[in-house]
């Protein structure tokens, strides 16, 4: 039977999107930390160098280093429409509220708990942005 | 739902027109998002201008690639100007203001460049291209707001000066431009300015250099506590512009931390009690010199090596740091194939052209940059480097993005200068 755990969050942008998580304990850096016309990560030592976060739940404590951070998502926007399917993000500070506006994918924001100990990469996540609910379906 | 002001309403339902519309949608769902209850009127703004160092947004036409960067519409709406009410002046962009040779970019650049410059500055934009707006007279005091796209003036800002704003992003720098709003949120709410945990300095705290590592080990530290707002206590002494301009940059580089008070030295710091609003039971960190040793080997590539790039003035120095430079170099010669840059604004070139600086560095082979340096005019210039020096940690950090395999140094001016004339790295 496959074990399910929904989180409770503040609903930060509407809508409701499915996918499998990818998840970034240490954000993603702001500046030269994914390429612009993949949505591929590119900070050096990255526990996910190398992969893009096209069509996946992003899963982030919040954002880091530059005020570029929104732009890591922007340019895959403009450039080819490559972006998160939805976000969960423990804190969402000014630049995560920029990059959601840009992106226009669901998020849940501003948890309580420590997100990465309910949800690991390639878990199935459905990320309610107007209620604020996250359901886990753990990878078997 | 944010609440909004009857004037606000009116630029959201349409009555100034659709460029100010569009642009405070976005504000108002920036706000939405972040939970905001209300507006907050952004009397000062710092961002890119000319040609964007991004790599979206790209197109031959101005007004195109301003909607694509900033507006963020499909709607065909292009350049109308920023609010009167909003000083904005220009961050680092896409290509030096004086030669972009050096940087390996183009003529054509350059020039767009210009056109574009003239553009933002007939829609009411002060030209200056710099990271470092607070050495140039943007200056936001304690009780104004301000908006940049550089993340350690957000740090110098909040931190120093007493104003309050956010770490954003370059699109909602433009929005808070046009409309002269932004949410009321993170450091514009004075619970959210006060520290809720120490960190202790136990390492090396002297020169300039000591404070960069000191940053990049504390931004490594703070994001692992959710960027709570740290009160960073001593032994140090001779706190000077220098030293936390450093600091913040390297702490902006490893966080996403928007404030940190310095005791003694900051405003809203003079003691530690004051900096933590009387609270009693808080975390207590400690940089140790294990934590120093650490940061600096993650900065520098152990051993000795040929160097072609080297970049020096990450923030933009100021002039004393020019002066500085200039005394240094003064009587050596760059070596062939070695491109040395040292980089600041152009009013500060300017003062160092006056001052003689200019010349002496010039007669040493060397550059004086502007509008930026590798990290926004780097997308060329690593071409044949398989070594590259820098005296910041932020450049240490984001440079080994793009540099592919070559080695990164990372060390003083000095350090920096001697590698420029010999060739050569010479390692510990």
Same mark, same amino acid.
């Given at each position: 039977?496959?074990?399910?755990?929904?989180?409770?969050?503040?609903?930060?942008?509407?809508?409701?999107?499915?996918?499998? #998580?990818?998840?970034?304990?240490?954000?993603?850096? @702001?500046?030269?930390?994914?390429?612009?016309?993949?949505?591929?990560?590119?900070?050096? %030592?990255?526990?996910?160098?190398?992969?893009?976060?096209?069509?996946?739940?992003?899963?982030?404590?919040?954002?880091?280093?530059?005020?570029?951070?929104? %732009?890591?998502?922007?340019?895959?926007?403009?450039?080819?429409?490559?972006?998160? #399917? @939805?976000?969960?993000?423990?804190?969402?500070?000014?630049?995560?509220?920029?990059?959601?506006?840009?992106?226009?994918?669901?998020?849940? #924001?501003?948890?309580?708990?420590?997100?990465?100990?309910?949800?690991?990469?390639?878990?199935?996540?459905?990320?309610? %942005?107007?209620? %604020?609910?996250?359901?886990?379906?753990?990878?078997? | 739902?944010?609440?909004?002001?009857? *004037?606000?309403?009116?630029?959201?339902?349409?009555?100034?027109?659709?460029?100010?519309?569009?642009?405070?949608?976005?504000?108002?769902?920036?706000?939405?998002?972040?939970?905001?209850?209300?507006?907050?009127?952004?009397?000062?703004?710092?961002?890119?201008?000319?040609?964007?160092?991004?790599?979206?947004?790209?197109?031959?036409?101005?007004?195109?690639? +301003?909607?694509?960067?900033?507006?963020?519409?499909?709607?065909?709406?292009?350049?109308?100007?920023?609010?009167?009410?909003? *000083?904005?002046?220009?961050?680092?962009?896409?290509?030096?203001?004086?030669?972009?040779?050096?940087?390996?970019?183009?003529?054509?650049?350059?020039?767009?460049?210009?056109?574009?410059?003239?553009? *933002?500055?007939?829609?009411?934009?002060?030209? &200056?291209?710099?990271?470092?707006?607070?050495?140039?007279?943007?200056?936001?005091?304690?009780?104004?707001?301000?908006?940049?796209?550089?993340?350690?003036?957000?740090?110098?800002?909040?931190?120093?000066?007493? /104003?309050?704003?956010?770490?954003?992003?370059?699109?909602?720098? /433009?929005?808070?431009?046009?409309?002269?709003?932004?949410?009321?949120?993170?450091?514009?709410?004075?619970?959210?300015?006060?520290?809720?945990?120490?960190?202790?300095?136990?390492?090396?705290?002297?020169?300039?250099?000591?404070?960069?590592?000191?940053?990049?080990?504390?931004?490594?530290?703070?994001?692992?506590?959710?960027?709570? &707002?740290?009160?960073?206590?001593?032994?140090?002494?001779?706190?000077?512009?220098?030293?936390?301009?450093?600091?913040?940059?390297?702490?902006?580089?490893?966080?996403?931390?928007?404030?940190?008070?310095?005791?003694?030295?900051?405003?809203?710091?003079?003691?530690?009690?004051? /900096?933590?609003?009387?609270?009693?039971?808080?975390?207590?960190?400690?940089?140790?010199?294990?934590?120093?040793?650490? /940061?600096?080997?993650?900065?520098?590539?152990?051993?000795?090596?040929?160097?072609?790039?080297?970049?020096?003035?990450?923030?933009?120095?100021?002039?004393?740091?020019?002066?500085?430079?200039?005394? *240094?170099?003064?009587?050596?010669?760059?070596?062939?194939?070695?491109?040395?840059?040292?980089?600041?604004?152009?009013?500060?070139?300017?003062?160092?052209?006056?001052?003689?600086?200019?010349?002496?560095?010039?007669?040493?082979?060397?550059?004086?940059?502007?509008?930026?340096?590798?990290?926004?005019?780097? +997308?060329?210039?690593?071409?044949?480097?398989?070594?590259?020096?820098?005296?910041?940690?932020?450049?240490?950090?984001?440079?080994?993005?793009?540099?592919?395999?070559?080695?990164?140094?990372?060390?003083?001016?000095?350090?920096?200068?001697?590698?420029?004339?010999?060739?050569?790295?010479?390692?510990?």
């Amino acid at each position: 039977m496959e074990k399910t755990i929904v989180l409770k969050g503040r609903p930060a942008y509407p809508g409701v999107a499915e996918g499998y #998580a990818m998840c970034c304990p240490n954000s993603i850096q @702001g500046w030269a930390g994914v390429e612009a016309s993949t949505g591929r990560i590119i900070e050096k %030592g990255h526990v996910h160098e190398g992969e893009s976060f096209d069509g996946k739940i992003l899963v982030v404590p919040t954002s880091k280093g530059s005020c570029g951070w929104s %732009g890591l998502f922007q340019g895959p926007m403009d450039l080819s429409g490559i972006r998160p #399917a @939805g976000w969960v993000v423990k804190y969402a500070d000014s630049k995560v509220g920029v990059a959601a506006v840009l992106v226009g994918s669901p998020m849940v #924001a501003d948890f309580e708990e420590d997100i990465f100990q309910f949800i690991q990469d390639g878990d199935h996540v459905v990320v309610n %942005g107007t209620e %604020g609910t996250v359901t886990i379906t753990k990878k078997s | 739902m944010v609440k909004l002001t009857e *004037y606000e309403q009116q630029m959201l339902d349409g009555a100034f027109g659709r460029y100010k519309q569009i642009a405070m949608e976005h504000v108002v769902e920036f706000a939405n998002v972040m939970g905001a209850e209300e507006l907050v009127k952004i009397s000062k703004v710092h961002m890119c201008a000319g040609c964007p160092p991004l790599e979206y947004g790209q197109s031959d036409d101005f007004d195109e690639s +301003f909607r694509r960067t900033f507006l963020w519409t499909k709607e065909p709406v292009g350049f109308e100007g920023y609010s009167p009410e909003v *000083y904005v002046q220009t961050d680092g962009g896409a290509v030096d203001q004086y030669d972009p040779k050096p940087m390996y970019l183009s003529q054509e650049l350059f020039e767009r460049n210009r056109e574009r410059e003239l553009r *933002y500055a007939q829609g009411g934009v002060s030209i &200056v291209g710099s990271c470092t707006p607070y050495l140039n007279g943007w200056i936001p005091l304690r009780g104004e707001t301000f908006m940049t796209t550089e993340s350690s003036n957000v740090l110098f800002s909040n931190s120093v000066f007493g /104003a309050a704003g956010n770490s954003n992003g370059v699109a909602a720098c /433009a929005w808070a431009a046009i409309t002269g709003r932004g949410p009321k949120c993170g450091m514009h709410l004075p619970e959210n300015r006060i520290a809720s945990v120490e960190v202790q300095i136990r390492c090396a705290c002297e020169t300039p250099r000591d404070w960069d590592i000191i940053g990049y080990a504390l931004g490594r530290l703070i994001i692992q506590h959710n960027n709570a &707002v740290p009160v960073v206590t001593g032994p140090f002494h001779d706190v000077d512009i220098i030293r936390l301009k450093r600091m913040f940059s390297a702490i902006a580089t490893t966080s996403g931390l928007e404030m940190c008070h310095i005791e003694g030295v900051t405003p809203e710091a003079p003691t530690k009690e004051i /900096a933590l609003g009387g609270k009693k039971d808080y975390p207590v960190l400690q940089i140790t010199q294990a934590d120093y040793d650490a /940061a600096e080997q993650l900065l520098c590539d152990p051993g000795s090596g040929p160097v072609q790039l080297i970049s020096v003035g990450c923030p933009h120095y100021c002039l004393e740091e020019i002066r500085d430079a200039a005394a *240094y170099i003064k009587g050596k010669h760059v070596h062939e194939g070695v491109r040395l840059i040292f980089w600041t604004s152009c009013s500060i070139r300017e003062a160092a052209r006056m001052s003689g600086y200019l010349a002496t560095i010039e007669a040493a082979g060397a550059t004086i940059g502007t509008n930026g340096c590798p990290l926004v005019q780097g +997308f060329a210039c690593y071409d044949g480097v398989t070594g590259m020096a820098v005296d910041a940690a932020k450049q240490a950090h984001y440079n080994r993005s793009w540099l592919k395999g070559g080695k990164m140094f990372y060390g003083t001016m000095e350090q920096c200068v001697d590698a420029a004339v010999s060739g050569m790295w010479e390692g510990k």
